[in-house]
């Protein structure tokens, strides 16, 4: 069974940061896209940034982009997203997941964390 493990959430004032992480458990990463989602109160889980397996390739939502970095460590089996000028709309529980290609669909990823809550609030 493959795990994946978000870390990093917390409660951030507007226009500050927070880096989240997403770790493995009993499989390499290096092999697979990952991606970045949120889900917010009421709404659908939404892409928010993708990453391909060798980190070449990044992908975005138009609402983060300039504002997200999505990285990775293979060595460290590890994929961060860096979000900075956080918003109040920014607020969602945020999920990563392991897929086999690059996009922002949940249905082409495969395995997923239980997810992190990011709040934004003065």
């Known amino acids: 069974q493959l795990q994946l493990v978000e870390s990093g959430g917390g409660l951030v004032q507007p226009g500050g940061s927070l880096r989240l992480s997403c770790a493995a458990s009993?499989?390499?990463?290096?092999?697979?896209?990952i991606g970045w989602f949120r889900q917010a109160p009421g709404k659908e889980r939404e892409g928010v940034s993708a990453i391909s397996s060798s980190g070449g390739t990044t992908n975005y939502a138009n609402s983060v982009k300039g504002r997200f970095t999505i990285s990775r460590d293979n060595a460290k089996n590890t994929v961060y997203l860096q979000m900075s000028s956080l918003k109040f709309e920014d607020t969602a529980v945020y999920y990563c997941a392991a897929g086999r290609r690059d996009s922002l669909l949940t249905q082409t990823y495969d395995y997923w964390g239980q997810g992190t809550q990011v709040t934004v609030s003065s």
């Open positions: 009993r499989f390499t990463l290096r092999n697979w896209y």
